[in-house]
Structures are given as C-alpha cells and as structure tokens.
T-cell receptor, first 115, second 112 residues
C-alpha cells in the first residue's frame, strides 16, 4: 500500500545509547518531516527536508540528526539518548497535487522509551 | 501565546448531535488550515482543509474559516461513537518554508 512507512514501531533504549529511526515514502513527495508528540505538547517539528539533499532544523532539533538518503527515505538519529527523548515520533511527507492540498501523510509512528 | 490554540477537552456529545471544535491562530498571514483526526495510539489522518473564508463541507464534516477573527472550526454533524478521537488543528504559516504548526488537539467523546 502507498504511504509512509516507519521502523521500528516500538523501541526501548538505555540512556546514552544511539539509534536511527527509519522513514520511507512511496508517493513521490518532495518534502519530508520528523515530528515528536508528547502529552499536552502536541506535535512539534524536529527536522524537515524540503527536497532531496536538503535538511533544516525545526522547533526542537537538539539531540537529533537527520539524513535525507534519497527522495524516498528520511532518517532520524539519536546519538546519545536521554529520558527527555521518550516520545512518539512521526514521520510525514507532503503532497503537492492540488487534491492533496499541502496536508501531510503520516507514518504509523515509533514509540520510543529511554530508561 | 501559542501559535495554534485548541481547548483540550474532552468535548462530550451524544450520538446524533453536532460536535463543534474550535481553533485560533496567531499568525495573521497564515494561508491554509487543516483538521486531522487522531485515534488513540494511531497516527494523525487528514480529514479537511480550507483556504478561503467561509464554509467548506465534506460529508458530515464542515470546516469554517474566519481570517479576520483568526478562527477556524470543524463541525461534525450526526456524530457517531466512531468519531471519538482527538482532533488536531494545523496551520500553514506564510513565512519561510511551508511547515505546518499543530495545536495540541481537542479530545471528542461521542456517547451512544
């Protein structure tokens, strides 16, 4: 099925460990995003990529890095996980066709717990 | 002031009633407005978007936009228990790259 695929769906890390969250879309979208969602805080933008080869910081980039590997894939890396990074992470891509407006299509999310 | 504000709820309505969800935004230059539905433990799903002042209808959903008042709302007619979810308002800002800013969401509970 077309859409945005995130892996893994669940992860538990120890403080200081590193990991990479993977995201891939097959809708030929140019723009991709990483958000985190915390209770009472809503969705907050971590990093985004306007197009292949470009990345930019969002609202809460500290502690994260990203790679836009190609047009399909946009990964998020935690170099040294901290308990404050316990959250649900969503990858999204943005359509450009008029019927899609500029709304996002979200992946199913990664639930990350840092202990 | 938050860029996009929503009442967290829960908003409780009986089955068959009209649910009215509200959202205000601070950037007067914002151009596009979106409503997402998010079931517990799931990802947000786009249900409506609106650009122009006035109403936009899609099935049981109506989005209303008033740019002068910086206010956008979502009406759900004939509410069903399956509509119980959190509804996120999102705004596309007019500055810089086109990113969406999300409100914290309103939880809707529709009782049978």
């Amino acid at each position: 099925n077309a859409g945005v695929t995130q892996t893994p769906k669940f992860q538990v890390l120890k403080t200081g460990q590193s990991m990479t969250l993977q995201c891939a879309q097959d809708m030929n979208h140019n723009s991709m995003y990483w958000y985190r969602q915390d209770p009472g805080m809503g969705l907050r933008l971590i990093y985004y990529s306007a197009s292949e080869g470009t990345t930019d910081k969002g609202e809460v980039p500290n502690g994260y890095n990203v790679s836009r590997l190609n047009k399909r894939e946009f990964s998020l890396r935690l170099e040294s996980a901290a308990p404050s990074q316990t959250s649900v992470y969503f990858c999204a891509s943005r359509g450009i066709l008029r019927t899609e407006s500029y709304g996002y299509t979200f992946g199913s999310g990664t639930r990350l717990t840092v202990v | 002031q938050k860029e996009v504000e929503q009442n967290s709820g829960p908003l409780s309505v009986p089955e068959g009633a009209i649910a009215s969800l509200n959202c205000t935004y601070s950037d007067r230059g914002s151009q596009s407005f979106f409503w997402y539905r998010q079931y517990s433990g799931k990802s947000p799903e786009l249900i409506m978007f609106i650009y122009s002042n006035g109403d936009k209808e899609d099935g049981r959903f109506t989005a209303q936009l008033n740019k002068a008042s910086q206010y956008v709302s979502l009406l759900i007619r004939d509410s069903q228990p399956s509509d119980s979810a959190t509804y996120l308002c999102a705004v596309k800002k007019n500055t810089g790259f086109q990113k969406l800013v999300f409100g914290t969401g309103t939880r809707l509970l529709v009782s049978p």
